[in-house]
């Protein structure tokens, strides 16, 4: 999904309160040890609604 939002990145990262090393490291799809605290914030900063949806064992989960 490609979406346009009207933040730089220096703005971007001046919100967050990061650097841009971590930035980055939070839009590397390779960096598996990212945290749901460090998405979701890059999310709000971003303007987008978060819906978390948790599913029981065996059930299917939907993150929208």
């Not at 939002?5 to 990061?18: A, H, P, V, Y």
């Amino acid at each position: 999904m490609n979406l346009h939002f009207s933040l730089n990145r220096r703005d971007l990262i001046r919100r967050l309160g990061t650097s841009p090393a971590q930035y980055y490291r939070l839009l590397d799809p390779t960096n598996k040890r990212k945290s749901l605290n460090q998405l979701l914030a890059l999310l709000q900063v971003l303007g987008c609604d978060v819906e978390v949806t948790v599913k029981g064992p065996g059930e299917f989960a939907r993150v929208r």
